[in-house]
């Protein structure tokens, strides 16, 4: 049996500079995965299966750590079953790429329960037919991802960042945001040139001059709940942005007593955490039993 850890990821930088014929969009984003994180169980079994504990994630191959384990299989002929079984932490549809997370783990779980040995790269080409984030979700870290989101950049990132993350009760579909984006009408880009500088420093200090998600600009007249999440951000003083096309939104090196007043005003049915940033996957995030 093995476990694995499919880390959270957030947006530092989500720019949006074209969109292409085949409808994706040309993103410029740096991503950074979170403590926290979904555990995948994978067994050896006959036939596949996935199963999850949280009611809106679906156990067919809806899901994408099923996709993924669909398309490993068919990919590499082999005619072998696993259980998939996923322990959701991760807030689900809340910019967090909790499902690319959770099929990269998948990838790489069976990768190694079936002895596939094959590389990253290979992996990567397969990813990013599941969905844009994979890709970086096999990976992990800090990392600039351009193209649709598939072409890495890992980046030195600072050594440890504490971070402030709320996700208000609301599903948010990510086509729908970027659907009304408006590209000629965004009016504020992240400065990423710049961003990768600060990060390289280890300087998180002031980050909020520099970063940016126009998704924002899209989301928060349809989803006015984001903007109040924002609001509660400032009471506390606290300068927060949104992650993928939210509903999440976080702050970073929050003071203690900032983080602890915060949460304590949280609706019972928001998710709010305190987490921090995770370096890139390691041989620490797999165990085998
Ligand atoms: P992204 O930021 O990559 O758009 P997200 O964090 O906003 O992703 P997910 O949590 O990945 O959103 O879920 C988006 C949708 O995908 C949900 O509606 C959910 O039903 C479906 N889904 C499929 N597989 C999974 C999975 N393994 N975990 C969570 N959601 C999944």
Request: proline share 6%; charged share 20%.
């Amino acid at each position: 049996m093995l476990t694995l850890k499919a880390r959270a990821k957030i947006n530092l930088a989500l720019d949006v500079l074209a969109k292409r014929p085949d409808g994706y969009h040309e993103v410029d984003m740096i991503m950074q995965s979170l403590e926290l994180a979904d555990g995948i169980r994978i067994e050896p079994a006959a036939e596949l299966s996935v199963a999850c504990d949280h009611p809106a994630v679906p156990g067919d191959e809806r899901n994408l750590a099923f996709r993924a384990a669909l398309l490993l299989r068919e990919s590499s002929g082999i005619t072998a079953g696993a259980r998939i079984v996923i322990d959701k932490k991760i807030p689900v549809a809340a910019g967090l790429a909790g499902g690319s997370s959770d099929a990269a783990a998948t990838l790489l779980g069976l990768n190694r329960l079936w002895k596939l040995e094959w590389s990253e790269e290979r992996l990567a080409a397969l990813a990013v037919r599941i969905g844009a984030d994979v890709p970086y979700c096999l990976h992990g870290g800090t990392a600039r991802a351009t193209g649709i989101g598939e072409k890495l950049t890992p980046l030195a990132g600072p050594s440890d960042c504490r971070v402030l993350l709320v996700t208000p009760d609301v599903a948010v579909p990510t086509a729908r945001i970027y659907q009304s984006l408006r590209l000629a009408e965004i009016r504020n880009h992240p400065r990423v040139d710049r961003l990768v500088q600060r990060l390289k420093w280890g300087a998180v200090a002031g980050i909020e001059a520099d970063w940016g998600n126009v998704l924002e600009e899209a989301a928060l007249p349809q989803f006015p709940v984001i903007a109040q999440v924002k609001e509660l951000f400032g009471r506390f003083g606290l300068a927060s942005l949104m992650s993928g096309s939210g509903p999440s939104v976080f702050a970073l090196n929050p003071p203690a007593e900032a983080a602890a007043g915060l949460l304590a005003r949280l609706p019972g049915n928001w998710f709010g955490c305190l987490t921090r940033f995770q370096a890139a996957r390691n041989e620490q995030d797999a165990s085998v039993k």
